[in-house]
């Protein structure tokens, strides 16, 4: 048997592998090896969540943003952005088309917006718990204050995704401009997981200067964390950014990831996102294939949605729109999978203490 192989059969087996044999793996995969991990990918993620997939709606509701992220076509310093901001009515309005649907999670997502101050989103929020009392709300809208997050699940915010990007401090440097650190990043994290969010983190796969020792340095921040959620897709270059000439990750690269990651933590919700959606034609699918079980498809506006450009060519009609959900949940049938109705909670939030780090 392959090296990769006993790897693979490890990782399976004790959820983690040392930093230097994830680094060998990650440096020299097959396609054979990538096919023998998602297979294990896949019988994990049955065993816990079995055919199911959960759907989300997302709801892109600012793009306006503080920070100035180097990657990111909604950063503050890019003026070609048009900028947006949907108003509560507005929001109720795509929970409205969402629960309609069958959508039982609203991700509420926007740039760092301190428009939408404390208090204005605890009302939101509020409003759509007073009026959808069985759905689950996920806020991602970036680094706040702890009195803020917790003021956001009193009023009855269930999940939070605040990807970290890379736990490399010194790639972080690199992907972001000096006011923003790790540091604070990891922080908030922390903080999310003790106020009793189910928390989100996670990364960009094929950001410029990534190295194998940041992504291994990712997975074993991941396993630290013990998040209830992770968000993993390519970097993609957006034509507006200091990034706009590199290199996008790669679907292959993305994938194996994903694999990875189920395999560490098996009970975790792993979306197939719009990043892999983007880069090729079946990217989801694969995605779920290869260990995911959750996909967000768009809820925001139409009249807005070409304004959240994050990257270039982000898919914004067609199976990731909600008008569109009746062929998304085929093109989940049609590779062996069931899309839920549904809030779609973690199936465990129980912190393993007795696992050990290696
Ligand atoms: N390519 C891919 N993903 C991106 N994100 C931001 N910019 C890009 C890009 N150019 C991701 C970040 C962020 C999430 C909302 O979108 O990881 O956390």
Known sequence: MSENRQLIDKLYAKNILSRSEFKSMLDCYTQEDAQYLFKLAR?????????????????EFTNYCRNDCYYCGIRCSNSNASRYRLCDNDILQCCDKGYKAGLRT????????????????CGIIERIKDRYSDCAITL??????????????????????????????DHYKRLHPEQMSLEHRKKCLWQLKDIGYQTGAGFMVGSPF??????VQDLYFLYELRPQMVGIGPF??????????ESSGTLEKTLFLLGI????????????????????PRGRELGLLAGANVVMPNLSPMSVRDKYN????????????????????KSIEDIGYKAVSGRGDCKSIIIRKEERIL
Request: glycine share 6%; with cysteine; charged share 25%.
């Open 106 to 121: 609203f991700v509420l997502q926007g740039g760092e917006d301190i428009y939408f101050t404390k208090e204005k989103l």
């Open 310 to 329: 994050l990257y270039d060519n982000k898919l914004n009609t067609g199976k990731e729109s909600v008008q569109y959900l009746n062929l998304l949940t």
């Open 210 to 215: 990534q190295t194998t020792d940041c992504i």
């Open 140 to 169: 991602s809208v970036g680094e706040r204050d702890y009195e803020d997050y917790l003021a956001w699940y009193k009023s009855g915010a269930d999940r939070y995704l605040l990807r970290h990007e890379t736990a490399s401090s």
């Open 43 to 59: 019988q994990v993620r049955e065993r816990v969540y079995g055919k199911d997939v959960y759907i989300r709606g997302l709801i």
């Open 236 to 245: 993609i270059p957006q034509k507006d950014t200091p990034f706009a000439k």
């Open 261 to 280: 990651i189920r395999l560490m933590l098996p009970y975790i919700l792993l979306p197939a996102t719009t990043a892999l959606g983007t880069i090729a």
